[in-house]
């Protein structure tokens, strides 16, 4: 049978009801389901995902599944070299398919991520998590980062003796704010 638009919102209703009685369109309720509002937002997902032979770009689509946090930053990131899809750089108009490993280099830390569904509209965390296989390192420990020249809230203002400490601290650990030489 054709895809037509005509029958695209009642597939979506049929999806969504069957989300909420804990099954398929086309097969009955099990037990072991998943939460019914994350079914339900599957479900929108789903329909608000592309249709037959149409393709996403990595920028829409890392952004959808909250890889970045707009998608001006992810066009940015494809031009600036910080994302690569099966091993090569790629532009942010590049077409993502079910299947490609996507690596994002972004605030430090390096996202390997496989495609598991493509979509197209920004969704919830609990489902854009399962639109991607996740195979990044782990992050480091929070303790590994301490942070440097924190004062404890009520001393007061810092005198000259301090600034300096602080400014030492910062510049040893590369987060000096002021440039070198600018007394």
């Known amino acids: 049978m054709p ?3 005509a029958d695209a919102p009642a597939e979506g209703l049929r999806a969504r009801a069957a989300a909420e009685s804990g ?4 097969a009955p309720a099990t037990g072991d389901t998943p939460d019914p509002k994350i079914a339900a937002a599957m479900a929108a997902a789903e329909a608000a995902g ?3 032979g149409e393709t996403v770009r990595i920028d829409s689509w890392i952004w959808a599944v909250r890889l970045i946090k707009t998608r001006s930053l992810g066009a940015a990131a494809c031009r600036g070299g ?3 899809v099966n091993g090569e750089r790629v532009k942010p108009a590049y077409s993502v398919r079910v299947g490609d490993e996507v690596r994002l280099r972004n605030e430090g830390r390096e996202r390997i991520v496989v495609v598991k569904r493509l979509i197209r509209k920004r969704v919830g965390a609990p489902v854009a998590v399962q639109c991607y296989v996740d195979n990044s390192p782990p992050p480091p420990p929070r303790e590994a980062i301490a942070p440097a020249g924190v004062r404890d ?3 007061g203002r810092p005198t000259k003796r301090d600034r300096r400490e602080l400014e030492r601290l910062r510049a040893l650990r590369g987060l000096s704010s002021r440039p070198p030489g600018s007394r």
Do not use: A, L, Q, Y
């Open 82 to 84: 910080h994302v690569r």
């Open 50 to 52: 592309p249709g037959k």
């Open 3 to 5: 895809d037509t638009r």
């Open 153 to 155: 809230p009520g001393t």
């Open 23 to 26: 099954g398929t369109p086309d």
